[in-house]
């Protein structure tokens, strides 16, 4: 009896020593929260103080809890905007410029980026600034202001600045296909100013630089008329536009001749025979382009450049003939892995209509997708590891030739490869964005699946188990988020869907180490009302 009674006192104790064993697994696990708890709410007043340097590594050094790496990207924005709003104010206006653009539309960043560029142009005091400030802002808040400053500098501009604003910022807006900034404005100006030249040699050497545009030529025709006697202009003219001809500016010797109407019949009959050599010489040219550079485009383009040609039927027959080619395609569709954007953009404007143009266009849009599609096309490769109990680290690495786009909806889930560690529920959505061979890793917002198990840490390891968009927990976690709901509220709806626990376990599992309940009555009443929700 004795022996029985010692067997009953060491299973007793055995009994009391697993339960403190218990206890201290839940006392190790919410300290864990608690730690953390204080500090949170400290560096959260020291934002809100403005004391963004301050706030910013005390958030920086609590990790992943909660949002804290969020809050310290905005202290960092705040850090910014105050140095750009110093170097603004100390006339720095290039340095303030780049920075408020760096930082997008946080605060009134657009609009003080706007005010940086305005400063930049008006003490540059040119018109190229001038036209380099209503290029990025047509119509900003300094339209009035710009303007004005375009009339005072007008109002002082001799020809030579004129032209020069012409052949420099105009030419290159011509060759991009963009209206030039004052163009009106500045031609205005021109046909007053000229009029203050009485040389002809100036006015002609002025003619023969800057024959480009038909309302100029316009300008120094009329000044030409005032300063020279007809029979020398028109000599002069003609003159101009031959040489223009020569070098294969066409329409600019069109133009000129145009203007001619006193030249004797000899000068015409030469310039039409000189013509009808010069288009042959360039109908043969673009045909050997065109058979050179065989493609699609090419043939239908010398066809519509030159139909009366000869070789405008074989050009029409050639670009069908390729259209319908199916071997053309076959280099781009067998590397459809590695085929970069350009060559397949390429393909599309050197072979239009083709037959594989469908398959081609298909290759674009590989890239794009959820996350789960880009990982079974064996585009991306994709690591989860455990982080918290709010938070997974997910790195993504693009495998791909070219960009991928993927995302990962609301519900998404990671499953552990572990029984013992719960599995985590994405709270947000996820956008990856990977350039070829990139590799990223994204801290995510997560909540726990199974109450009864273990957070998960560093070294716990998930796959990607579900797309979830359209489950239950997907339709929550958009809920959840649409309302800027609470981790707590969160996980105490996360756990009434996956493990339907009693209302006494959900208040109890998690506890601060003073006793204080992670999980409220109220949070949990709210909790129930975004289930229920999500439910219907």
């Known amino acids: 009896m004795k022996e029985m009674n010692v067997g009953k006192k060491t299973m007793g104790v055995l009994r009391v020593l697993g339960v403190l064993a218990a206890l201290a697994v839940l006392f190790c696990s919410c300290s864990i929260l608690d730690k953390n708890a204080k500090p949170y709410k400290e560096a959260v007043q020291l934002m809100e103080d403005g004391k963004y340097s301050a706030a910013k590594a005390a958030f920086v050094e609590l990790g992943d809890y909660k949002d804290a790496s969020d809050k310290a990207k905005e202290c960092g924005d705040y850090i910014s905007y105050e140095s750009a709003q110093g170097q603004l104010k100390k006339g720095e206006f290039e340095k303030a410029a780049e920075a408020f653009e760096k930082l997008g539309e946080f605060a009134d960043s657009v609009k003080k980026a706007e005010e940086s560029y305005w400063r930049i142009a008006e003490a540059a005091g040119d018109l190229a ?9 047509p119509d900003g808040e300094y339209a009035d202001e710009l303007a004005a400053a375009v009339d005072a500098y007008l109002s002082k501009a001799d020809v030579s600045e004129l032209w020069g604003y012409l052949k420099d910022v105009g030419q290159a807006h011509e060759a991009a296909g963009e209206d030039t900034p004052f163009l009106d404005e500045v031609v205005e100006r021109l046909e007053e100013t000229l ?23 316009d300008v120094l025709e009329k000044a030409l008329n005032d300063a020279m006697p007809t029979e020398e202009l028109g000599e002069h003219l003609y003159s101009i536009g031959a040489e223009k001809f020569g070098i294969g500016e066409y329409a600019i010797s069109d133009i000129v001749m145009e203007r001619l109407e006193e030249r004797s019949e000899v000068a015409k009959e030469e310039m039409r025979i000189a013509r009808e050599a010069a288009r042959l010489a360039k109908e043969n040219s673009d045909w050997e382009e065109a058979l050179k550079s065989d493609t699609v485009k090419a043939y239908e ?36 892995m590695t085929v970069t954007e350009s060559e397949i953009n390429q393909f599309l404007a ?7 143009t469908e398959e081609v266009k298909a290759i674009l849009t ?27 680290k997910l790195t993504v690495t693009n495998n791909y030739g070219r960009t991928v786009k993927g995302t990962m909806p609301f519900g998404s889930y990671f499953a552990a490869n572990s029984s013992s560690v719960q599995n985590m529920v994405l709270r947000e959505e996820v956008s990856v964005n990977l350039a070829p ?5 994204y801290s995510v917002a ?6 009864s198990r273990s957070i998960p840490g560093s070294s716990n390891s998930f796959k990607l188990a579900d797309k979830g968009a359209d489950s239950v927990l997907g339709k929550l976690m958009k809920i959840l988020s649409d309302n800027n709901a ?8 996360v756990w009434i869907v996956t493990d339907n626990p009693s209302d006494s376990k959900l208040l109890n599992t998690l506890v601060y180490s003073d006793g204080t309940k992670v999980i409220s009555s109220d949070e949990l009443a709210k909790a129930k009302e975004y289930v229920a929700q999500a439910k219907k």
């Open 129 to 137: 600034a001038l036209a380099r400030f209503c290029d990025k802002y």
């Open 195 to 217: 009029g203050d030249i009485k040389d002809p040699l100036d006015l002609a050497m002025l003619f023969n630089d800057n024959l480009s545009r038909n309302n100029l030529i």
């Open 301 to 336: 383009e010398f066809a519509q450049e030159w139909p009366d040609s000869p070789h405008a039927t074989d050009a029409v027959v050639y670009a069908e003939s390729l259209r319908q080619n199916p071997a053309v395609a076959e280099a781009i569709l067998a590397n459809a």
């Open 350 to 356: 050197d072979y239009p209509g083709h037959v594989a």
């Open 366 to 392: 590989m890239g794009q997708g959820s996350l789960s599609e880009l990982l079974d096309r064996g585009l991306v490769t994709v690591s989860v590891v455990g982080s918290s109990i709010s938070t997974t």
């Open 437 to 441: 061979g990139e590799s990223k890793t």
């Open 446 to 451: 997560t909540a726990c699946m199974n109450i």
């Open 486 to 493: 609470s981790y707590d509220v969160a996980q105490a709806a």
